[in-house]
Nanobody
């Protein structure tokens, strides 16, 4: 089992920045990669960014390239999402995700709200 706890969401004006954190606990060694997804009401959850367990590979959705950066601190079992140049359309609930090698099971955090105002 893997437990994920997100923090760092909030309200910010357009053009501003936020940093999300996701602390993982439990079967950490089984995690192959971690990432961030987001969801707005009435729409499917979409991938924002992912990072491999060694931090060597990252991948971003086109709509955040150049603005968001994903990173991890393995000593703290924490993944971060640095969000810059935020736009109102970035408003969503952001979820942390971990993919476990054990049965390729996906784990999710409880989500953190990010609201970007004009």
């Amino acid at each position: 089992q893997v437990q994920l706890v997100e923090s760092g969401g909030g309200l910010v004006q357009a053009g501003g920045s936020l940093r999300l954190s996701c602390a993982a606990s439990g079967s950490i060694v089984s995690i192959a990669r971690m990432g961030w997804y987001r969801q707005v009401p009435g729409k499917q959850r979409e991938l924002v960014a992912i990072i491999t367990s060694d931090g060597g590979t990252t991948n971003y959705a086109d709509f955040v390239k150049g603005r968001f950066a994903i990173s991890r601190d393995n000593a703290k079992n924490t993944v971060y999402l640095e969000m810059n140049s935020l736009k109102p359309e970035d408003t969503a609930v952001y979820y942390c995700n971990a993919l476990s090698l054990l049965g390729w099971r996906a784990y999710w955090g409880q989500g953190t709200q990010v609201t970007v105002s004009l």
